[in-house]
């Protein structure tokens, strides 16, 4: 009788045990569920007043939201933050996942300041982290700008990101331009490129713009179906002051005396250069600086797209652009400065235009356009910085070991 008793004991505590543990467990999934993942800063239209951020919960959230305070008055037990709301998409992963992306515009900020913020809901909060809005004058300031990623994303591309961050860290954003994944409606690819960054795009703010990548491949499918993946728009909150139906995947802002123009090279550039002409006749700002995917001046044997250089080149010589950054090629190439398609005399203004290749693919460069060349080459998993001030611009190409690879200047 006493074994019976001693056995009826045992098996109400592992009973027990069982149902503490079980319930443990869930209370760590749903909390894991709620967790913010993918924070990212996004550049809005008006970066030295307002700031855009994004993240991602794998469950719905009842209050999702964004408190933010100057960063100088975190520990004042007497200062006070402002709450702002996020309005949320749910995004079909597939039949049994969802999930859920948050977008905050933190509006009337002060030039030049330093925040802190987080992101969550009452089950669960981010870490603070910070973010410095830009100076509302033309000041020196130095931005990051990265080609293609595209492959290995996690294995390989990590160390692009953390020698880029360790040799820069004073840069104010980071300009991607296009293919950061292979697979853009892929959500594990996002997954990887974001597991690469780490807590970067948490305290720099992200410019990005669609390469084709980021688009369905055309030979698969029909015309109609040809549009930019949805996990692009829920993941980043981007200025949507581009052509009608191309918001957020083309638009334009002003950082301390740059015009910066992003442009999709996937669809209707013909919409596009209307609206880039409209943009550069009413600019004010002394540098300019376009990023678009796709090259105009292609270095790749299998390519040549001269539909950009007919319809977008004399833009850019009509308003003296002097910077065309792009990608695609998996190479890299610098132009002389150019305008008409040759190389301008030497004191003359002209458009320097670029591709590079910050992943492991790598495209051998062909010769078409080598006497408009200042420097080609490949295999070489690269980033550069460049650093505008008042009459000079300084650009550097650096390798994932840190040597630098390239460099120029363009004077004012
Ligand atoms: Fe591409």
Known sequence: MKAFRI????????????????????????????????????????????QAITWKTRETSTYPRVQVIRAAELLNPESTSKIFSARTTAVDLDKKTTAYHHSVVLGSLEPNTLYAYRVGDDSCWSEWNQFRTASNISEPFTFLYFGDIQEQVHSMCSQIFRVALQTHPESKFWLFAGDMVNNGPDDMEWEKFFNALGWIPRTVPFVLLPGNHEYPDRRFILPKDYHITNLWRPHFTLPENGPKGLEETVFSFDYQGVCFIMLNGNEQIETQAGWLEKILSHNKQPWII???????????????RTQFQEILVPIFDQFSVDLVLQGHDHGYCRTFPLKNHLQVPDGKKGTVYVISNAGPKFYPPSSRYDHLMAKTGSREMLFQSVRVDKNTLHYTTRTVTNKVYDTFEIHK
């Open 290 to 304: 376009v990023a678009i995917h796709q090259p105009v001046y292609s270095i790749s044997k299998r390519r040549n």
């Open 7 to 50: 056995s009826r004991y045992l098996l109400f505590t592992g009973v027990c045990l069982l149902v503490m543990f079980n319930h443990g467990l869930l209370a760590a999934e749903n909390a894991l569920n709620s967790f913010p993942e993918r924070i990212v800063l996004n550049i809005t239209q008006t970066p030295h007043n307002s």
